[in-house]
């Protein structure tokens, strides 16, 4: 079964960081992309990042370029995703998902598998 589970939300000030970490298991190839996203309340779910593990390749959101950045461990299976700079408007559930094709990309319709959620509020 596969899995996904982000760590690492919270409570922060605006211009503080956070650092989420989403943890895959169950799934066997080495070849698939990890986005994140976020839904703030009555909003759609928009990407914010994304990162193909097999050679590193990043996307990012016009709105959180040059704030945020996307990372990998292959070795333990978790990808991270640094926010720096930190602005009330980023205050949403972060969600990570796995794109089984490995190319990624910022569509929420490419993936296959979602964790659970991690609640990042920035306060101001």
């Known amino acids: 079964e596969v899995q996904l589970v982000e760590s690492g939300g919270g409570l922060v000030q605006a211009g503080g960081s956070l650092r989420l970490s989403c943890a895959v298991s169950g799934f066997t190839f080495d070849d698939y992309a990890i986005g994140w996203f976020r839904q703030a309340p009555g909003k759609e779910r928009e990407g914010v990042s994304c990162?193909?593990?097999?050679?590193?390749?990043?996307a990012y959101a016009d709105s959180v370029r040059g704030r945020f950045t996307i990372s990998s461990d292959n070795a333990k299976n978790t990808v991270y995703l640094q926010m720096n700079s930190l602005k009330p408007e980023d205050t949403a559930v972060y969600y990570c998902?796995?794109?089984?094709?490995?190319?990624?990309?910022?569509?929420?319709?490419?993936?296959?598998?979602w964790g659970q959620g991690t609640q990042v509020t920035v306060s101001s």
């Open positions: 990162i193909d593990i097999s050679d590193g390749s990043a």
């Open positions: 998902a796995l794109d089984s094709t490995g190319w990624g990309s910022l569509n929420r319709d490419e993936y296959d598998y």
